[in-house]
């Protein structure tokens, strides 16, 4: 079975940078596409950022674009997502996932904080 766990998560001021991390095991990492969503308090899930299996190509949400970078290295089994400029409302806890269904593996996530 996969499993996905994410780091890097923490406290930042407004403008700040965090790099998350999203380490996979009990799976071939290089045959899945990764995803990162994040989930605020009250809020819908959002799709953030997703990068295919190689790493060649990559897709952003809205709020991510231009501020976001997703990357992965398949030699460690883990992805990455770059945040730069963050603001106060990309609060929330993020998480990487194998697929955007609720069936698709999934970490528990890492939360992050922006503060004003």
């Known amino acids: 079975q996969v499993q996905l766990v994410e780091s890097g998560g923490g406290l930042v001021q407004a403008g700040g940078s965090l790099r998350l991390s999203c380490t996979v095991s009990g799976g071939t990492f290089s045959s899945l596409k990764i995803y990162w969503f994040r989930q605020a308090p009250g809020k819908e899930r959002e799709f953030v950022a997703t990068v295919t299996e190689s790493g060649s190509n990559t897709a952003y949400g809205v709020s991510a674009k231009d501020r976001f970078a997703i990357s992965r290295d398949n030699s460690k089994n883990t992805a990455y997502l770059q945040m730069n400029s963050l603001e106060p409302e990309d609060t929330a806890v993020y998480y990487c996932?194998?697929?955007?269904?609720?069936?698709?593996?999934r970490g528990q996530g890492t939360q992050v904080t922006v503060s004003s």
């Open positions: 996932a194998t697929g955007p269904r609720a069936s698709d593996s």
